[in-house]
């Protein structure tokens, strides 16, 4: 025993025989340390999209299978889609025409007609989508769940005829198709130029996507254009990647499988712990004789005396038998107990379970799956406790841009060629007046077509203190009414139509306009917002 003590104690202090060889001086990285941890962790090394070909199903597969059995993952999923978008993507059209014959007013009153045009379009979803089921926000929505479960999302364009309007009694033939990632084919083929369902030219573009289909109930496969003649986009495949070469992507729930599982363990071992310890957390102690007395009763011989006292100890105990027959102990949904025997005794023990390492352990898994769904922890798990007004601003200030890039990645191109379809076939069909028709568009597409998608307002922890800092920076010179507008969320074209037709109408009426601040004092104070806890001044004694 000794032996094998100073063995032990040899190999973990690196001492006598029992330790390794010790590895030569030198620096690299990758050095392992004298407990070669580094060597316990086989890797290998292949091409990003490879390694997304061959995981891209079963990701996809369990990342849809613990979403669909997850309140949490359920509601982590719709904060995302919250955060993101909000109610809907704002259009804020940017066209540049300059050149075109264009003025300041024309500018504005053709940038009204936009998203006045887009507003009815993108919420009928007779107009929009050519399955006639969702609107353009609807879609987006879709598109967002995509993201989560598959790492990617893909819309289709196509173009309604006139005959087939008129059956569904609708006005335009720009449609949208959003399609789910499974359709899109693993197929690979270095003859093709495809891989993973993308073809390819021979400047690595993609020109087309292969989608598995079903016409007339017979599967087949089929290739869709990614522009058309005219180099207008038919389809939108975004995703995020993580390498130049990526094709597709891959769920974004992947990083934290393994974290998710563990959790899942976790809490099921505890809730099933502590429901037996609550249940059956009983001990019932008795009096009764142990083998040990009946063994000393044996010993007594077979005399008259010992024969006479086993006799009697016998019908003491069927007695005490026949008591504790007729008497029950129930625990469940209606907990009974009767008479116990003579000399027994029930206690109820308390439970241990969960014990002080459950919750740090819960934590930190959850912890890194709210990291990789892109939500604060707090948000993740509806905890709050130990949040301070720091601490919450450092949270939202850290995930303000993942949200704003997840928008821009993600849910813009969406809603982008859908808007550059219905413009285009607005001002081909003449329903919408441009200067020099429809050539001078197509020669101008993109800086026409250039516009801003404006997500929701900017979580804040204060909405005053918000509030003052943008009075702020609008007063020093460091901001502007769009920039403070989009950080609320608003539309800063619509903040103005709204502002002037409201003050124009309570002047109108002989009313004071509630946006003209503390009229008739006049004085620089007037735009400033007096801080209650400013110190003040001591007045000299």
Same mark, same amino acid.
């Given at each position: ?57 079963? !990701? ?10 997850? #309140? ?24 540049? $025409? ?12 053709? +940038? ?31 598109? $967002? ?5 598959? #790492?990617?999302? $893909? ?56 989608? !598995? ?17 005219? &180099?207008?986009?038919?389809? !939108? ?37 502590? +429901?037996?310890?609550?249940?059956? !957390? ?38 005490? $038998? ?29 439970? #241990? ?61 969406? &809603? ?68 403070? &507008? ?56």
């Amino acid at each position: 025993m000794e032996t094998t003590d100073v063995k032990l104690f040899n190999r973990l202090f690196g001492k006598g025989d029992a330790a390794g060889p010790r590895p030569a001086p030198h620096a690299s990285y990758l050095r392992d340390s004298r407990s070669r941890i580094l060597s316990t962790r086989g890797t290998s090394l292949r091409e990003h999209r490879d390694e997304v070909r061959v995981a891209w199903r079963r !990701a996809a597969g369990l990342a849809m299978d613990i979403i669909q059995n997850s #309140g949490r993952l359920r509601g982590a999923v719709d904060q995302v889609i919250a955060d993101t978008v909000g109610v809907e993507l704002i259009l804020n059209p940017l066209p540049d $025409l300059s050149g075109l014959g264009y003025s300041d007013d024309e500018t504005d009153a053709f +940038i009204r007609l936009l998203k006045t045009e887009w507003k009815h379009w993108a919420w009928n979803p007779r107009e929009c989508d050519l399955r006639g089921k969702f609107t353009v926000p609807q879609m987006v929505d879709i598109a $967002l769940r995509h993201d989560v479960v598959y #790492g990617e999302a $893909l819309a289709l364009m196509d173009y309604m005829p006139p005959a087939s309007r008129r059956r569904y009694g609708i006005s335009t033939g720009s449609k949208m198709c959003l399609t789910p990632p499974t359709a899109l084919v693993q197929d690979t083929s270095e003859y093709e130029r495809l891989y993973q369902g993308v073809i390819h030219d021979e400047n690595h573009r993609p020109v087309a996507y292969r989608l !598995a289909e079903k016409d007339d109930m017979v599967p087949m496969k089929r290739d869709y254009r990614a522009y058309d003649a005219s &180099c207008r986009q038919m389809v !939108a495949h975004v995703f995020d990647p993580i390498d130049s070469k990526d094709v597709r992507g891959i769920s974004r729930l992947v990083p934290a499988f393994r974290d998710y599982l563990q959790w899942e363990v976790l809490v099921d071992a505890t809730v099933q712990a502590q +429901i037996l310890q609550t249940v059956f !957390a009983q001990a019932l102690t008795s009096e009764r004789f142990s083998a040990e007395a009946f063994e000393a009763m044996d010993a007594l011989g077979e005399g008259q005396d010992g024969k006479k006292l086993r006799d009697e100890y016998r019908d003491y105990f069927l007695a005490t $038998l026949e008591q504790a027959a007729e008497s029950e102990i129930s625990v469940g949904s209606d907990p009974k107990i009767s008479h116990l025997a003579p000399g027994e005794k029930l206690e109820l023990m308390s439970t #241990g379970i969960p014990g002080p390492q459950f919750l740090p352990v819960s934590n930190e898994l959850q912890r890194g799956m709210a990291r990789a769904i892109g939500i604060s922890a707090a948000a993740y798990t509806m905890n709050y406790e130990g949040a301070t007004y720091s601490s919450t601003r450092m949270e939202g200030a850290s995930l303000h841009p993942v949200v704003t890039r997840r928008r821009e990645r993600i849910a813009a191109p969406i &809603c982008q060629i859908a808007y550059e379809h219905l413009v285009d076939e607005l001002i081909g069909r003449g329903k919408l007046p441009f200067k020099g028709g429809y050539e001078a568009f197509a020669a101008n597409r993109d800086r026409v077509l250039w516009t801003a998608w404006q997500g929701p307002a900017k979580a804040t922890a204060d909405d005053q203190k918000s509030a003052k800092a943008a009075s702020e920076r609008l007063m020093n010179g460091t901001s502007t009414p769009d920039m403070e &507008c989009a950080e609320i969320g608003a539309d800063a074209e619509e903040v103005f139509e709204r502002r002037l037709y409201w003050h124009k109408r309570y002047t109108d009426a002989g009313m004071p306009s509630p946006f003209v601040r503390n009229p008739g004092a006049g004085g620089e104070k007037d735009d400033l917002i007096e801080d209650e806890k400013a110190p003040k001044k001591k007045e000299d004694a």
